[in-house]
């Protein structure tokens, strides 16, 4: 599979806003609320997909992975400390820039690529990840593909993605847009997939879903896991059979 996926108004979007990526209070500050509920969700899935104890420090040792759309390292660099040999790809090199600089000045020896998922040398992982991705895509079944193509035997991919809903176009494009709580032209609504939708690409590439999970707002602690599948959602998957 060898299909250009990059959107190149969608990579020159995000990679505006690479020299901000790691500040907690500018214009990545969503991103910032969200991953650590995210990497809750990549813990809990890592550790029953090969029965890890919940105690172990690094659940991915001796596991490699690869986070597509990888932005400036927000959830390359904890896989890293989870022990897993980690490659981040992007569409946006001045992204990868911003993420090798920040993994240097970590200590943490991760490998980075701008450009095209197909364009890497052909390599399998044990985790494949791409958060907020698939919807910023040219072509959503050519990038599933693409990523199922990565996929180890044995492996795991986890992905999460806005769902297209009345209450996501209201929130999370008109309102979230409007009051700066995301940059403006980040989302487009039609490109938001549902559920199904999803597990239809992923099926189609030869994946079976295991897990999906709601990634919803929360009063306490900006968002939680599980509930209402409304806004935003998980989804794991494997390779089918």
């Known amino acids: 599979m060898s299909a250009a996926t990059i959107n190149p108004n969608e990579a020159a979007h995000f990679g505006a ?3 901000d990526w790691w500040d907690p209070h500018g214009s990545s500050a969503m991103l910032h609320r969200l991953n650590p509920v995210r990497l809750a969700y990549i813990r809990e899935q890592i550790d029953m997909h090969w029965h890890v104890d919940a105690r172990e420090r690094h659940p991915l040792a001796g596991h490699s992975a690869i986070d597509v759309g990888c932005g400036a390292g927000l959830l390359a660099e904890p896989l890293a400390r989870m022990g897993a040999r980690v490659t981040g790809v992007d569409a946006a090199p001045e992204n990868v820039g911003a993420a090798r600089d920040h993994a240097a000045g970590q200590g943490l020896a991760i490998h980075y690529h701008a450009g095209e998922l197909a364009a890497l040398p052909p390599a399998t992982f044990d985790l494949v990840t791409s958060m907020e991705v ?3 895509v040219t072509d959503p079944a050519a990038f ?5 193509g990565r996929l180890a035997p044995g492996g795991l991919m986890i992905l999460s993605t806005p769902n297209r809903t009345a209450l996501s176009k209201l929130l999370l494009v008109e ?3 409007r009051i700066g709580a995301v940059p403006r032209g980040t ?3 039609d490109q938001f997939l549902k559920p199904g939708e999803l597990t239809g690409l992923l099926e189609d590439a030869g994946l079976q879903v295991t897990d999906r999970t709601g990634l919803a707002p929360s009063a306490a602690k900006g968002f939680k896991l ?3 599948e409304a806004l935003n959602y998980l989804m794991t ?3 089918a059979g």
């Open 237 to 239: 998957a494997r390779h």
């Open 175 to 177: 309102a979230a847009e």
């Open 187 to 189: 989302h487009d609504w």
């Open 134 to 136: 698939v919807e910023h």
């Open 144 to 148: 599933i593909a693409e990523l199922a």
């Open 17 to 19: 806003l690479a020299a």
């Open 226 to 228: 599980g509930g209402s």
